[in-house]
């Protein structure tokens, strides 16, 4: 009989845990974690890689399939993006400087043979695509026809705009031209031209 009170004694007493059980737990933990965590910087780097192919034109990726191959299509697409970057840069500045150099400041001119206080004038001067005309007549009938012939003659000029509005009874045209090469544009020599005609 001794047998149940000897086991009601035991139950009752606090179970110690061993030490080196404890360690081993702690270990176990330790690794789960850092498993977790190296399971989310994969997951992280994947996600970012995945970004980066998103953004890289077709022709970087074509028939790369490693990390290290897109990281490597990558920098060398950074490299050309910066080179064509100095390149527009270079170019907007030689534009910049050509057009400062070689253009007429906007200027008025009353056509001869009119006086002062005629409302016919043209205007000659520099725009984003090349050069722009602005033509305002009294109201008589201006040949435009051959004012286009006399832009569009030698070939450097080409017009890409035409518009015609009434103000006051008086007609103003506005003629948006490219310029191919406006070095060898004397706009001086334009508006006379023009000039002479309206």
């Not at 001119?109 to 016919?120: A, C, D, K, M, T």
């Not at 450097?156 to 406006?182: F, K």
């Amino acid at each position: 009989m001794d047998h149940p009170a000897s086991n009601s004694s035991a139950n009752n007493t606090p179970k110690v845990d061993n030490p080196a059980s404890q360690r081993a737990d702690e270990s176990t933990k330790k690794m789960v974690v850092r498993r977790d965590v190296e399971r989310q910087r994969r997951q992280e780097m994947a996600n970012l890689h995945a970004s980066l192919r998103s953004l890289l034109p077709l022709e970087y990726i074509k028939g790369n399939r490693s990390v290290s191959d897109h990281m490597d299509e990558a920098t060398k697409y950074i490299k050309n993006l910066q080179k064509m970057i100095q390149e527009m840069k270079h170019k907007r500045n030689g534009l910049n400087r050509l057009s400062i150099n070689n253009t007429v400041k906007p200027t008025s001119v009353i056509p001869r043979g009119l006086n002062r206080f005629s409302r016919n004038c043209v205007t000659v001067r520099p725009c984003v695509s090349g050069l722009e005309v602005v033509i305002t007549s009294d109201g008589l009938s201006l040949p435009l026809s051959r004012v286009l012939r006399v832009l569009l003659e030698g070939g450097l000029l080409t017009v890409v705009g035409c518009v015609t509005t009434r103000v006051n009874e008086a007609s103003l045209h506005t003629i948006q031209i490219e310029v191919s090469d406006l070095a060898r544009i004397n706009t001086i020599e334009l508006q006379q031209k023009l000039i002479d005609l309206v």
